[in-house]
């Protein structure tokens, strides 16, 4: 039903701006759900770490790492997994040190489906057993024993694996 009111109600709201407000809003919830702006989404127990190949399923050691020249994420099962794969790739991928990659890990403490990524450079460590036996797990604050992301780094590649 053709109703010239609501077309001219609609015209006027277009013209002052109100229109782009619900479409922003449509726009933005796309990251809404739990993701982190910038982050590709992990498919849980599909997704491979692109280190060890392993199916990421235990969300409480999942990292994700994202740039490059096409933006490329790569995805993690464990921090460990990460360090050392960024160790590996310096080389041929310089671009990995510039501020514009981004890193996320996930906060051992989030519970269920909502997942606090935290960026692992500013994220505190402790010892807890992860799915490739690195046994680090990455918290928000700081914590007993707790180690910041250079001496977990340190720690890690002293080890090697």
């Known amino acids: 039903m053709y109703h010239p009111e609501r ?9 002052t701006g109100f229109l782009l407000t619900p479409l922003a809003a449509a ?23 692109v280190r ?23 995805k993690f099962d464990d921090i460990g997994c990460l360090v050392f794969w960024m160790r590996d790739k310096t080389a041929e991928m310089p671009w990995l040190a510039e501020p514009a990659t981004r890193m996320w890990v996930a906060d051992m403490n989030s519970k269920g489906q909502d997942i606090r990524w935290l960026d692992p450079r500013h994220a505190h460590y402790v010892g807890r057993h992860s799915p490739m036996g690195y046994n680090f797990a990455a918290t928000a604050q700081p ?10 780094r340190e720690h890690l590649l002293a080890r090697g694996k």
């Open 7 to 15: 077309r001219q109600f609609l015209g006027r709201l277009s013209a």
């Open 27 to 49: 726009l933005s919830a796309c990251q809404q759900d739990g993701w982190p702006e910038g982050m590709v989404e992990i498919k849980w127990d599909r997704d491979t770490c």
């Open 52 to 74: 060890c190949s392993m199916v990421i399923s235990d969300r409480r050691f999942a990292a994700q790492l994202r740039g490059g020249p096409q933006n490329t994420a790569y």
């Open 143 to 152: 914590q007993a024993g707790s180690q910041d992301f250079a001496s977990m």
